[in-house]
């Protein structure tokens, strides 16, 4: 079974520039969350969504920062415009609404220089 | 206050012995979660165990089980027969109340396992 997957898993962008993270959770799972993780803060939930519907976005930095989930097998997080303080690694991860554990994809390393 | 504290920035152990991860909680909920996560080098986050807080029995998953302690509001990850691929990041988490599905992260420890 393929696990969460999250596309690029490297990003090298210049500050000002549009950023888009792209998250594919694993099939059957009905809740998705995005987390980043950070030297200075660890790890930290940014926003998450059941059933496509975002349920809590207080994590969300500031409103450069927005999240959609259009169906139930692709979600995007998108920085506009980007900072060098929004350099992490993000983390898309998913779970069956019932369940309780969550499956981490593998991440994505943005660097805003 | 911390919701979740991890006292060991990092801990030793040889091959084959067993260790135990640290980690206290803060919630005045009745119901709540707890999580154990393993991130190796490579940097992907990886479930190991979930306890729930009506759980009786101590939770176990193979080498891995958690020494939950309740009235002290501790949730111990111990590794029974380490094996040199457990050095890692090990974080504890709680998802706190019915009604929500966030996970709260603690700082993590550190483990590194010597031949």
């Known amino acids: 079974d393929a696990g969460v997957i999250q596309s690029p898993r490297h990003e090298v962008t210049e500050m000002g520039q549009e950023v888009t993270l792209r998250c594919k959770p694993i099939s059957g799972h009905n809740s998705l969350f995005w987390y980043r993780q950070t030297m200075m803060r660890g790890l930290e939930l940014l926003i998450y969504?059941?059933?496509?519907?975002?349920?809590?976005d207080s994590g969300m930095p500031e409103d450069r920062f927005s999240a959609k989930m259009p169906n139930a097998s692709f979600s995007t997080l998108k920085i506009q415009p980007s900072e060098p303080r929004d350099s992490a690694v993000y983390f898309c991860?998913?779970?069956?609404?019932?369940?309780?554990?969550?499956?981490f994809g593998p991440g994505t390393r943005l660097t805003v220089l | 206050a911390q919701k979740i504290t991890q006292t060991q920035p990092g801990m030793f152990v040889q091959e084959k012995e067993a260790v135990t991860l640290d980690c206290t909680y803060d919630t005045s909920d009745q119901s709540y979660g707890l999580f154990w996560y393993k991130q190796p080098s490579s940097g992907e986050m990886i479930f190991l165990i979930y306890q729930g807080s009506y759980d009786e029995q101590n939770a176990t998953e193979g080498r891995y089980s958690l020494n939950f302690q309740k009235a002290r509001k501790s949730a111990n990850l111990v590794i029974s027969a380490s094996q040199l691929g457990d050095s890692a990041m090990y974080f504890c988490?709680?998802?706190?109340?019915?009604?929500?599905?966030?996970?709260?992260f603690g700082t993590g420890t550190r483990l590194q396992v010597f031949p």
């Open positions: 969504f059941n059933n496509n519907v975002p349920i809590d």
């Open positions: 991860a998913s779970r069956r609404l019932a369940g309780d554990e969550q499956f």
């Open positions: 988490a709680m998802r706190e109340g019915y009604n929500t599905d966030k996970l709260i």
